[in-house]
């Protein structure tokens, strides 16, 4: 008998944790557990549990950068945190529910952050 945790669609319809299996360490999901709901008619369905964002006050400020012209999200992201699918973070940092308003206006001043719980000078 397989692990259902190396297997995250198996552990997925049995109402299983998937933050360690199912969403890779850059996703904005990693870390958020799964809930089940039964309906009235006993059928049982599994959902991830919301994710809340930070505020941004409350997250460490590396840098800021001036949004240039041709400037795309997931560059800026690959450029000031080493990997083009941590895009979300800037969006965290900078309040925006859509990633592409924040590249939309050349000028605009974005916030490139540490992840949440995170401070400048950490070692861990």
Partial sequence: MSDPMSDPLRALSEGLP????????NSRYQGI?????TTAEGKEIVYLRRRFSPQPEE??????R???QEDRLDNLAAEHLGDPELFWRI?????????????EVPGRRLRITLPQG???GDDG
């Fill in 91 to 103: 969006c965290d940092a900078n309040r925006a529910l859509r990633p592409d308003e924040l590249t």
């Fill in 18 to 25: 998937l933050a360690a299996t199912l969403f890779p360490p």
């Fill in 33 to 37: 557990d799964t809930a089940k709901l």
């Fill in 66 to 68: 001036l949004v240039a």
């Fill in 59 to 64: 997250l460490a400020l590396l840098r800021e």
């Fill in 118 to 120: 995170l401070q400048v």
